[in-house]
């Protein structure tokens, strides 16, 4: 079983940075670990994922301005959110696939990953 912890959310203005971070206890966090987001009253997307190789894919809207990064060793995934917009302001949550055999870029979907943290909130005003 694997419990996923975020943190670093907060309150920003458009263009400024923010930094979240993701602590996984346990084992068995799987071969994908990503960060959704999800705004009130849209789907949760996907924003990052990143394998344990450190091969990451984007989400189009987040491209050039936002890094994922993993440290498998600490086992824990950060994402480093720079040139934030207010289009940005959502509920972000880390999640981990619990599989050793999918390719990243697949896992898309919320029902692809097995655990979830509790979220945590990023505000940007403009």
């Known amino acids: 079983q694997v419990q996923l912890m975020e943190s670093g959310g907060g309150s920003v203005q458009a263009g400024g940075s923010l930094q979240l971070s993701c602590a996984a206890s346990?084992?068995?966090?799987?071969?994908?670990m990503a960060w959704f987001r999800q705004a009130p009253g849209k789907e949760r997307e996907r924003v990052a994922v990143?394998?344990?190789?450190?091969?990451?894919h984007y989400a189009d809207s987040v491209k050039g301005r936002f890094t994922i990064s993993r440290d498998v060793a600490k086992n824990t995934l950060s994402l480093q959110m720079d040139s934030l917009t207010p289009d940005d302001t959502a509920m972000y949550y880390c999640?981990?696939?619990?599989?050793?055999?999918?390719?990243?870029?697949?896992?898309?979907?919320?029902?692809?990953?097995?655990?979830w943290g509790q979220g945590t909130q990023v505000t940007v005003s403009s």
């Open positions: 999640a981990a696939s619990g599989t050793e055999n999918r390719w990243c870029a697949a896992l898309a979907l919320p029902g692809d990953y097995r655990f």
């Open positions: 346990g084992t068995g966090a799987g071969l994908c």
């Open positions: 990143v394998d344990k190789y450190e091969t990451a």
